[in-house]
């Protein structure tokens, strides 16, 4: 595609729910992140994958959250039992090798509401 | 680990103002530095990045921004600034892979027409 995708671009759920979040990347991008960004925070780094490595998840606030991403490109992020602190804009970006060298190119974001 | 700090949450200029958005980051070793732009309703962009070479690199839509490894600072400018301007400004410190990828708090820059 053109661009990173994301989708949904809004979620509204209840307390205790779970919810998934997709991202897909630019084509032939092999490197992928999830940011999370608050109201009035910059973006909080959550997950990092490059390409078959093991993921950076040294970001995840606690293990209600989990990532994975399927055959190196779409990616999903899961918030178990939501709570609403989690409410946020969920960022993905990709980049072409995720060198310390590269640009990241940024989806439109999921705004997700924990009622 | 780094952090990165901007020094203006909110900024408002008129038209035609002189712009400079701090940008300090604490990091001992080489950088690679970054100012992302967020327009209103749209996605984070690069606005202009430094690697090596030149501190004074140039981005789009006229903004510039210089590197000053001294103050660990790398501040945006732009010398006259317009209303299409407003925006999210972000500043970020790259000195990895991963979570070595660390973004500012972010400066809204509102301009009145």
């Known amino acids: 595609g053109a661009g990173v995708s994301q989708s949904p671009s809004n979620k509204v759920t209840e307390k205790g729910k779970d919810v998934e979040l997709r991202c897909d990347p630019i084509s032939g991008h092999t490197a992928l992140y999830w940011y999370r960004q608050s109201l009035g925070q910059g973006l909080e780094f959550l997950i990092y994958?490059?390409?078959?490595?093991?993921?950076?998840k040294s970001g995840l606030p606690s293990d209600r959250f989990s990532a994975e991403r399927t055959g190196g490109s779409v990616s999903t992020l899961t918030i178990q039992r939501t709570q609403q602190e989690d409410s946020a804009v969920y960022l993905c970006?990709?980049?072409?090798?995720?060198?310390?060298?590269?640009?990241?190119?940024f989806g439109p974001g999921t705004r997700l509401l924990v009622l | 680990a780094q952090s990165v700090s901007q020094h203006n949450h909110h900024v408002i200029l008129s038209e035609a103002a002189s712009l400079e958005l701090g940008c300090n980051y604490s990091y001992g070793g080489t950088v690679n530095l970054f100012w992302y732009v967020q327009y209103p309703g749209q996605h984070l962009q690069l606005l202009l990045k430094?690697?090596?070479?030149?501190?004074l690199v140039k981005g789009i839509k006229g903004f510039e921004a210089e590197f000053i490894k001294s103050k660990f600072s790398f501040n945006l400018r732009k010398p006259s600034v317009q209303w299409s301007d407003t925006a999210e400004y972000f500043c970020a410190v790259n000195t990895g892979y991963g979570q070595n990828f660390v973004f500012g708090p972010g400066t809204r820059l509102s301009v009145l027409p």
């Open positions: 970006a990709s980049s072409f090798s995720g060198t310390d060298l590269e640009t990241q190119y």
């Open positions: 430094y690697f090596s070479g030149d501190p």
């Open positions: 994958f490059q390409g078959n490595s093991a993921p950076d």
